[in-house]
């Protein structure tokens, strides 16, 4: 069976939750491979809404979860998730690997001064300790989640925070914490990938954060710090190219950012404020008001070249049932001149005039059925525009508000 990936072509939170859910029971394993605790993917089944930020979207269906040693691992939250998750009765069946990078409060204190460096500039990150972690372990000061377990001398750590300021005298007991709800749960992502696929099996990889927070390929330096794209997970997880398999990209059909950085498609004023509330558009790991807009092509085809997505998953469009506007961002002009370049230079994005197109309106739209008309339009227009095929679509929170294609 052929493994999947489920990426954000955004800037996060397109419902990549709710998908890594819906479609969990198919897969022997549900993979996370990038990204920490800034990551807040939420799920709602049975009226109950669970929000994870470690712990692969998969656990309500009680699938094996696997945890890649790409991810910036904060052993306190893990505890505290798979605390929630052993009170509603969910039995948990997670493998972490050993090489993860440890995010601890020291990382945590780093983040935040960071940030007040950058004063009127600052990313508005999750204050989760990512970014910091990401460097420590580029200096070779991390401990890895296998470290603690042997004998890492944290001695250098200690020096180099205490140098900048930073001192943690809690972190014997946070060492000491991270051993107890590490113990019996570490090993080898790789080779569990690896084994359910040899076993004729399929694993699902879960994508945290989108494309235009990469690192490396999104809007410099207003993303996070891991790599966000389908192509990291091979890097990530100690697996050969040919195993990621089918990439299914998801979307939004329209646009949200937390936090700071360029967004030309963003609406601002009233209508901005009706939207995020149409669609609860708050920050689920920090309850922040995400920043809106119409869908971008420019920023979409962007993505969906970088991931090859070329199967989507649109998500939300009920919300845009609420409206009788409906728009697309399909070039952008910069400084007089059109382009439908996706820019580099954080300075020609942000100075990006949003060029719109007005296909139809979504408004009173009965999009329970694969057989709405409307359904049907937004996705030829969707699948001519892009060059995709439309996979899924989601038009409500629950698990079952979802049409597969
Ligand atoms: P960091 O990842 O906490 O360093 O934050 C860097 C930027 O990425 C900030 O703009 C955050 O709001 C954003 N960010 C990080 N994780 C997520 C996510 O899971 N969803 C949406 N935005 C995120
Ligand atoms: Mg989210």
Redesign the pocket.
Known sequence: MENLAIVGLQ???EGKGKLVDFLTDRYDAVVRYN?GS???HTVVFARRRHTFHLVPSGALKGGRLIIGAGVALDPEVLSEELGLLKGQGVKVNLLVDGRCTLVSPLEKHL?ALIEEARGSSA??????G??PSYAMRAFRLAPRAVDLFSDFDMNATRKFCAMLGVSSPGLDTWIAGARRVLKGRLGDAGAAVREVNEGGGGVLFEG???TL?DLLHGSYP????SHTLASYIPASLGIPNSRVGRVVGVTKCYATR????PFPSEIKGRLGERLREAGNEY?A?TGRPRRVGWLDFVALKYSIGLNDAHEIAVTKVDVLSKFKEFKVCVAYSIDGSETTNFQQSLAHLGRAEPIYETPFSLYDTGFGSRSSPKLRELIDFLEESLRVRVRLVSYGEERSKTIEL
């Open positions: 800037w996060g939170d990204g800034n990551a807040g983040d990313l508005g990150t999750t204050r989760r990512i970014g945290s954060q989108g927070l207003f993303v996070t710090s937390v936090g700071g950085g920050g790991t």
